[in-house]
């Protein structure tokens, strides 16, 4: 089966790079839709979710509206994800601005700049973080990921991916080849931390409510003395992309390193931020807040994040929307 999938993939990419970006991003956004309406499973989770982040302040048909557009987000990110990753650096900047704050710029102008570690998140067409180091001369963007259990798949995807420049290493496997990475100048290590960490990870608020969170970029931050900076993908028109670097997060204070805890806090309450500036723009079908059982990570009881299901009655409303769009 492995074989039929990765010929099938193969020439699903073909086709999206042969394509101009826009069609792309059409494409994408008519799946999404599609996707919408037979993805059940997937559309549960994100109304769910935007009905726990959301109520009361929109109502059943604007959470249904929100979630239509995010599933066609979602679907245009993807479909662009595969053109860009073959889009030349030239052919990129009409479509991707790049907004640094103060502190990061000079950090880039100096001739040595040092490392600095970036919390990012599955906000717009996310793959795009890979080709910061090309827009911004002096640093070479390095990541993380978890390779796919299809050997074929994962190395078709990989090579998509390493197209930017960007280096990508297993977390599983080759975190010493990271280590030595981060302990050289000019290094822009970008960590994906706004899914569900799992039983190990933190547990702290989220849109309002408690959610399992990698401690990851506060971990390396402190580690190797690097400064710490959120970046989040905006999509301002279709295919249409701003990267925009927060302000720095504040690793020490008053000469003493801050606690994971209060540094993972701050960076959760950037993605707030950007959330709400757009919130078709997140990645809503995955399920942030899922229940944990036994201990955080600083030893503290953890609470069960409440179930993300909407009440019965907006349960009712939502359905009621259903059947008068369908």
Same mark, same amino acid.
């Given at each position: ?18 394509? &101009? ?13 599609? @996707?919408?309406?037979?993805? @059940? ?27 239509? #557009? ?8 993807? @479909? ?22 103060? /502190? ?5 102008? #100096? ?29 070479? %963007? ?23 420049? %960007? ?29 569900? /960490? ?12 408690? %959610? ?13 003395? %690097? ?29 003493? @390193? ?51 299901? &909407? ?16």
């Amino acid at each position: 089966m492995e074989p039929i999938l990765y010929l099938l993939a193969r020439a699903l990419v073909a086709v999206m790079q042969a394509l &101009p970006l826009r069609w792309v991003a059409r494409l994408g956004r008519a799946g999404g839709a599609v @996707a919408f309406r037979v993805d @059940a499973r997937h559309r549960r989770v994100a109304l769910a979710n935007l009905t726990m982040c959301f109520e009361p302040e929109k109502s059943p048909r604007e959470i249904r509206e929100l979630a239509r #557009e995010n599933f066609r987000r979602i679907g245009e990110n993807y @479909a662009c994800a595969i053109k860009t990753a073959a889009m030349s650096l030239e052919s990129l900047r009409s479509h991707v601005q790049f907004a640094l704050p103060p /502190s990061l710029a000079s950090l880039a102008a #100096e001739p040595q700049p040092p490392s600095v570690v970036v919390a990012i998140g599955h906000f717009g067409n996310f793959e795009l973080y890979a080709r910061f180091g090309q827009f911004v001369t002096g640093y070479q %963007c390095v990541t993380t990921y978890r390779g796919l259990r299809q050997p074929l798949l994962n190395e078709l995807l990989q090579n998509l991916r390493e197209r930017s420049g %960007c280096k990508f290493f297993e977390r599983r496997f080759e975190a010493a080849a990271l280590k030595a990475t981060m302990n050289q100048p000019g290094i822009i290590l970008g960590l994906l931390a706004d899914q569900h /960490s799992g039983q190990g990870g933190l547990r702290l608020p989220f849109l309002g409510h408690d %959610c399992g969170t990698s401690a990851a970029p506060a971990i390396f931050a402190l580690r190797y003395k %690097c400064p710490l900076y959120t970046g989040v993908c905006y999509r301002v028109g279709l295919a249409q992309w701003r990267l925009e670097a927060g302000e720095p997060i504040p690793t020490h204070e008053n000469g003493q @390193a801050r606690s994971t805890t209060d540094i993972m806090r701050d960076i959760n309450r950037a993605f707030e931020d950007a959330v709400r500036r757009d919130p078709a723009n997140w990645f809503w079908v995955h399920n942030r807040w899922k229940r944990i059982r036994g201990r955080n990570a600083a030893g503290n009881q953890s609470r069960r994040a409440p179930d993300p299901q &909407p009440t019965a009655d907006r349960v009712s409303a939502i359905k009621g929307d259903e059947a008068n769009s369908a």
